[in-house]
């Protein structure tokens, strides 16, 4: 429920993970700038991530991996810039890995893999260390 994002005194985290949340995610995610940790995974959430994610700009960790989510990976993550542990495995995204995972100074794990994403892998930042980044399964990815 939206309600729960409206919380602003949420900092620590918030662990909806393993459930059968269906529906897509509410847009007042971005409330939530104070946040750290972020887990909605092995839900039914379908939809595209919300570009106000992007607004958590304390967030660390975000694990939305084994949904439903669709669309891109929405430019305005780039205001994540504390992101240590991104997940968006197994999912629906497409579209080409955006640049600016190149730019994430503290990103030290990301996992991208069996989703639907085409074109070239970045060669820079975190995508030099090949142990920090996980791309199988997306079968249009190219070097």
């Known amino acids: 429920p939206s309600e729960i994002l409206s919380i602003s005194s949420l900092s620590l985290g918030l662990d909806l993970s393993n459930n059968n949340l269906n529906g897509t995610i ?36 975000l694990q939305m991996e084994s949904n439903m989510l669709s669309g891109i990976i929405p430019q305005s993550l780039n205001g994540l810039k504390a992101m240590q542990q991104m997940d968006l495995s197994e999912n629906n ?25 085409v074109g070239p892998i970045p060669t820079s930042g975190i995508f030099t260390n090949s142990n920090a980044v996980m791309l199988e399964g997306n079968k249009a990815l190219c070097q």
């Open 93 to 117: 995204l497409s579209g080409q890995i955006p640049e600016l995972f190149e730019n994430f100074m503290t990103l030290d794990y990301l996992d991208l893999s069996y989703n639907k994403l």
């Open 26 to 61: 509410p847009s007042e995610i971005g409330k939530l700038i104070n946040l750290d940790l972020l887990d909605v995974s092995n839900n039914k959430l379908s939809g595209e991530i919300p570009t106000e994610l992007g607004q958590c700009v304390f967030l660390s960790y």
